[in-house]
């Protein structure tokens, strides 16, 4: 049985990280960092869209900054059939 990561990537699904940049609610002055990453489609991102509006309603640290990033480079496993082997010596 696939897993569920794996059929997600069949559907068009690829990592996607957020850096989040938000402001401490208690120090105003102070960013923090924090990472996001989960499976998404570029490039309306909507897994990244319902996280930031559950961060907006309920996280007090308001948002200063999301950098995405998004690889298209993890698929899964791309097959070809091999028709002929040949060996050198």
């Not at 938000?22 to 105003?28: E, G, S």
């Not at 869209?49 to 961060?55: I, V």
């Not at 308001?62 to 993890?74: F, N, Q, T």
Request: hydrophobic fraction near 40%; include cysteine; proline fraction near 8%.
């Amino acid at each position: 049985m696939a897993s569920p990561d794996f059929k997600r990537q069949l559907e068009g699904y690829g990592m996607t990280t957020a850096n989040i940049l938000y402001r401490m609610p208690d120090h105003p002055s102070i960013i923090q960092s924090f990472i996001w990453q989960q499976y998404d489609l570029q490039p309306e991102f909507p897994e990244l869209r319902k996280f930031l509006q559950f961060w907006k309603e309920k996280i007090e640290g308001p948002i200063h900054r999301v950098i995405v990033g998004h690889c298209g480079l993890i698929k899964p496993a791309e097959l070809k059939l091999v028709t002929a082997e040949f060996q050198l010596h």
